[in-house]
């Protein structure tokens, strides 16, 4: 019971007492061991030269677009969902040129290492340093992390965002404004914190006064505001994000009714944690509920409120995958954390030297399991696949004769996966780069329409007429890799598997490890 001889002193604030010198020689370890974190991510960066995934190559094309005074186009073929503090900071690194995209990838490590730093924090209030330290290192071994960083995903800011959020909330209660400044960011990046906001005003309200109860509505409200205002001036619909999102949850085959859901979640956190990890952390809930109650509430909160997001998205029709669970499944590495480094917690006692030897054997055991069945290449095959496709796309689209090409028409790829790539390397504008996925999905309609068929209505004169124009002249990119066609061009099965034919009378004239450009003009 949390209080009595079983647990270490607890400070006013509701964490472990620690004497002076042991709590300094902590926070210097920290400090050198994030400093060397933050050494190992900048070499990582340079050695491994990767660029921003499909959905935030958009930003950074959106951004670029209002840099250049143009409006972005939000609807297209498989175009992701709009995320308006996104678009902004793809604005602001445009300036940079074509380094913009690296820069990118930069900015999301940053904000990776930012996010290490909250879960130590979250974990260190939750019990003890050491469990902090263990839910980092628990986050840095879970590889999905690094690699959503390693990709540019803008999950990792929104992860910090809420993270830090829980976090100056657990060191003091009630903090109010910079808790709702972080989770307005946060709004501006994922929907899913309009809800928390929302939540956490209701926290707020409770003991507030009536000013205070309107200036906190205000900031909670900044999210889903600023983004159907965003909606509104760009498209003319204030919905538009929720609409086209489950439209296209729908399309790519990411939905889940709420019978599902059930099964879907247990699958989904062992994905992201392991095993494991996950078996670990539901023994940390149990002994943080009995050691520690109060202490244990922060992580608690994350869990529970990402579980409600979760579940909400999926009400809503969103596209419904693991790292929507991401948040959660942190929470999760600080209570697996509990399990492991708990005993820190314990006066001197039998009990606690052997949950200290057990827990050392679980380490040991589990790196030991792990230095066995990790496959190390596959890692180092796909973090060098990103930056080898970049360099080999670059290299066929910079070629004269395909800039030369791309003056007689448009440039088509097999399917949505490179048009932003293509587009930011190029310097093309939206409707200059099209996915022959698409333009196969015309001709069909088109077909269909002819032969009577119901419920298909006949392509707009300007769909026809953009297909045909590409079907005749132009620049047609084929991936030519076996790794990269499962990568690039052969992601949906309902595809047809002409999309990595070019259009007939194309001459090949640029080829590269992976790709292949055809030319007619």
Request: proline letters at 6%.
């Amino acid at each position: 019971m949390e209080g009595s001889t079983l647990t270490r002193p607890v400070s006013p604030n509701g964490t472990a007492a620690t004497p002076a010198p042991a709590r300094d020689r902590g926070q210097s370890l920290a400090r050198i061991a994030f400093g060397l974190l933050c050494l190992g991510v900048l070499t990582g960066f340079f050695v491994f030269p990767t660029y921003p995934v499909y959905d935030s190559y958009y930003s950074l094309l959106w951004g670029r677009d209002l840099l250049h005074g143009h409006m972005p186009v939000f609807d297209g073929f498989r175009y992701p969902t709009e995320h308006p503090l996104s678009i902004l900071f793809g604005a602001a690194l445009s300036l940079f040129g074509s380094a913009g995209d690296r820069l990118w990838v930069l900015l999301i490590f940053a904000t990776f290492l930012a996010l290490v730093a909250g879960v130590y924090r979250l974990g260190r209030i939750a019990a003890t340093p050491l469990v902090g330290a263990i839910a980092a290192a628990l986050l840095l071994t879970r590889f999905d992390y690094p690699f959503l960083a390693a990709r540019g995903y803008i999950d990792i800011p929104y992860m910090a965002l809420v993270v830090w959020a829980a976090v100056l909330e657990g060191t003091r209660r009630r903090r109010g404004t910079p808790v709702f400044v972080l989770l307005a960011a946060a709004g501006l990046l994922r929907p899913e914190a309009w809800m928390l906001a929302g939540l956490y005003w209701l926290w707020m309200a409770w003991h507030a006064t009536w000013r205070d109860r309107i200036k906190y509505a205000v900031l909670a409200a900044i999210g889903p505001v600023v983004w159907c205002g965003v909606d509104a001036i760009v498209t003319g619909d204030p919905l538009f994000s929720l609409h086209y999102t489950s439209s296209s949850a729908e399309d790519l085959g990411r939905q889940r009714s709420l019978s599902e859901l059930p099964a879907a979640v247990p699958t989904f956190f062992q994905d992201l944690v392991k095993p494991p990890v996950l078996l670990a952390s539901l023994a940390g809930i149990a002994l943080g509920v009995v050691m520690a109650p109060r202490r244990i509430v922060m992580p608690a909160v994350v869990v529970v409120s990402g579980l409600v997001t979760f579940v909400a998205l999926a009400v809503a029709g969103a596209s419904v995958i693991e790292r929507y669970l991401a948040v959660s499944a942190l929470a999760l590495m600080v209570f697996a954390a509990i399990a492991l480094g708990g005993w820190t917690m314990l006066v001197p006692s039998r009990l606690r030297t052997a949950w200290m030897v057990g827990s050392g054997l679980v380490v040991v055991l589990g790196v030991a399991f792990t230095a066995t069945h990790l496959n190390l290449s596959r890692f180092d095959n796909e973090l060098r696949f990103r930056g080898q496709a970049h360099d080999d796309l670059t290299q066929v689209l910079k070629d004269p004769k395909v800039q030369a090409g791309l003056e007689c028409g448009p440039l088509t790829g097999p399917n949505h996966k490179i048009v932003p790539d293509s587009r930011w390397i190029a310097g093309l504008g939206d409707g200059d780069v099209l996915a022959r996925a698409w333009m196969f999905r015309i001709r069909q309609q088109e077909a269909d329409f002819n032969a009577g068929k119901q419920d298909v209505k006949k392509p707009s004169a300007a769909d026809l007429a953009t297909v045909a124009g590409a079907e005749r002249k132009g620049v047609a990119i084929v991936v030519t890799s076996r790794f990269a066609i499962f990568k690039h061009a052969w992601t949906d099965t309902s595809d047809d598997a002409l999309i990595q034919v070019p259009p007939s009378g194309f001459t090949r004239v640029a080829t590269s490890r992976f790709y292949a450009a055809y030319v007619r003009c």
